[in-house]
């Protein structure tokens, strides 16, 4: 077991026991504003171009995830307003140290991404699945405000798909070719200064 992973296990697995009265009070919350699961699972392509399923806490009205898969705006009327908070301080990411723990994903690494964005991917591309996927990149870090730049798009899918995609797995590429431990805390630190600055 190398270093990597022995980080990924013991912080999951200490995130989860510390941050268990968050993920009560959250699971709480949901349940009170609004109808449907506490927990969104999605499938995402993995190491090996492998299939999971990522959680995350519902943002959303159930069913969302069928009429579009991306996140349009701060203010997507599927949103619900806990979600809204939840997804601008990152919380809804929180259960991922399931999918951490699990060996699903590390804390750093490309962002999984669903079946039917893979499935675009050129040869060079699907460089990006020849590791383990991650809560947080570089690329991460740069679309902190994703959703934000997509609503200033006129079509969003299709800036999504030629621009932002092609952008993340540049970025994703150069973070497999230059990795280590210390880029990965790097990372970490820079991820959640994005996120107290947000």
Known sequence: MDA??????????TGLLILMPVFFVVAVL?????KGPVFYKQIRVGLNQRCFQLIKFRT?????????????????????RLGCWLRKHKVDELPQLLNIL??????V??????PKYVEMYDASQQRVLTVKP???DWASIKYIDESSLLATADDPESFYIHKVIPSKISQNLEYIDHHNLWIDCKIISHTLKSILLK
């Open 4 to 13: 990597k992973r022995l980080f990924d296990i013991f912080f999951s697995l």
């Open 30 to 34: 949901l349940k009170r504003e609004s």
């Open 60 to 80: 959303m009205c159930p069913d969302a995830d069928k009429m579009g898969l991306l996140t349009i705006g701060d203010h997507d009327a599927r949103i619900t």
């Open 102 to 107: 699990k060996g699903e994903m590390s804390f």
């Open 109 to 114: 690494g490309p962002r999984p991404e669903v």
């Open 134 to 136: 991650g809560i947080t």
